[in-house]
């Protein structure tokens, strides 16, 4: 049983193209967070977000706690933003729960 | 320290062999994480502490594995008898108000 689903799981584009990415849970939440992982890298921590929409440069990520559903948008995306994206919940009781997370890949 | 620092960074251990992996979180952090992360799969969470308590070790694999945080701050997991299964980048993570922070991770390549 995964309490995270993200999709999709693998993901191509152009750049400059806008992407989405989703990601749904079952379990009730406190926050969710949006994290970033490069190839070989840490993983660093994108947004935590619990209602609405942050937006920070190109990246937007969006909440909607009724449909336990969050999307992470790039635009104008770039081969920098070539990485792995993971989605995590916090549970109401502290433990986290991850997606497998989205493997982006941006082609100049 | 600026980050929560892991080491090793990189381990290669017989079959057999007992591992221990640090994790240095953040100086303040009373939140602290151990995930286990296979290769192209996200992080599983292993266990939770809060400062020096272990409150959730639900995720441990077996009784080989052993963590500890004996001060609340500076913690190793422990991976007694190691198996090829084994085998996984070791994540640790410390948290203050919610956000998380990782390290770089240990990587376990058990032969």
């Known amino acids: 049983k995964n309490e995270v689903e993200q999709s999709p799981q693998n993901l191509t584009a152009q750049e400059g193209e806008f992407i989405t990415i989703n990601c749904s849970y079952s379990v009730g939440i406190s926050a969710l967070h949006w994290l970033q992982q490069h190839p070989g890298g840490g993983i660093v921590s994108l947004f935590m977000l619990s209602s609405g929409k942050k937006k920070h440069g190109r990246l937007i990520a969006t909440i909607n706690i009724q449909e336990k559903h969050s999307s992470l948008h790039i635009t104008a995306s770039h081969p920098r933003d070539s990485a792995v994206y993971i989605c995590?919940?916090?549970?109401?009781?502290?433990?986290?729960?991850f997606g497998t997370g989205t493997s982006l890949t941006v082609i100049p | 320290g600026a980050g929560v620092s892991q080491s090793p960074r990189y381990k290669v251990a017989k079959r057999g062999q007992d591992v221990a992996l640090r994790c240095d979180p953040i100086s303040g952090h009373v939140s602290l994480f151990w995930y286990q992360q296979a290769l192209g799969q996200g992080p599983e969470f292993l266990t939770y502490?809060?400062?020096?308590?272990?409150?959730?070790k639900s995720g441990l694999p077996s009784d080989r594995f052993f963590a500890e945080r004996p001060e609340g701050s500076v913690s190793t997991l422990k991976i007694q008898r190691t198996q090829q299964e084994d085998s996984a980048v070791y994540l640790c993570?410390?948290?203050?108000?919610?956000?998380?922070?990782f390290g770089e991770g240990s990587r376990l390549t058990v032969l």
């Open positions: 995590a919940v916090k549970s109401a009781g502290n433990q986290f729960y």
């Open positions: 993570a410390s948290s203050s108000t919610g956000e998380l922070f």
């Open positions: 502490f809060q400062n020096e308590a272990q409150l959730d």
